[in-house]
């Protein structure tokens, strides 16, 4: 059973940065797509990015120029780096795992952006 466990949210004031992780116990973890998701108070889960096992990301029209996802397959572990965030990035940020049939989720974490 795949495992997702994300970690380093936080509340930022709007234009600072934070950097957050998830790590996965799992086993094939290069092969799966990883991304991250997001949901804010009110609206539905958005895809943000997603990166592939060969590290090709795809970013959202409203994340591009400030967020870089990355892997690091070794430690079976994404990051997403936040830049110049803004009060519309506030959410909880999901990790989520690809891998044919296979999809799993971690439980969030949550981003807070003040003005």
């Known amino acids: 059973q795949v495992r997702l466990v994300e970690s380093g949210g936080g509340l930022v004031q709007a234009g600072g940065s934070l950097r957050s992780s998830c790590t996965a116990r799992a086993t094939s973890f290069s092969r799966y797509v990883m991304g991250w998701h997001r949901q804010a108070p009110g609206k539905e889960r958005e895809l943000v990015v997603s990166i592939t096992f060969d590290g090709t990301p795809n970013y959202s029209d409203s994340v591009k120029g400030r967020i870089t996802i990355s892997r690091d397959n070794a430690k079976n572990t994404i990051y997403l780096q936040m830049d110049t965030l803004t009060h519309n990035d506030t959410a909880v940020y999901y990790c989520?795992?690809?891998?044919?049939?296979?999809?799993?989720w971690g439980r969030g974490t949550q981003v807070t952006v003040s003005s």
């Open positions: 989520n795992g690809r891998w044919g049939s296979v999809e799993c």
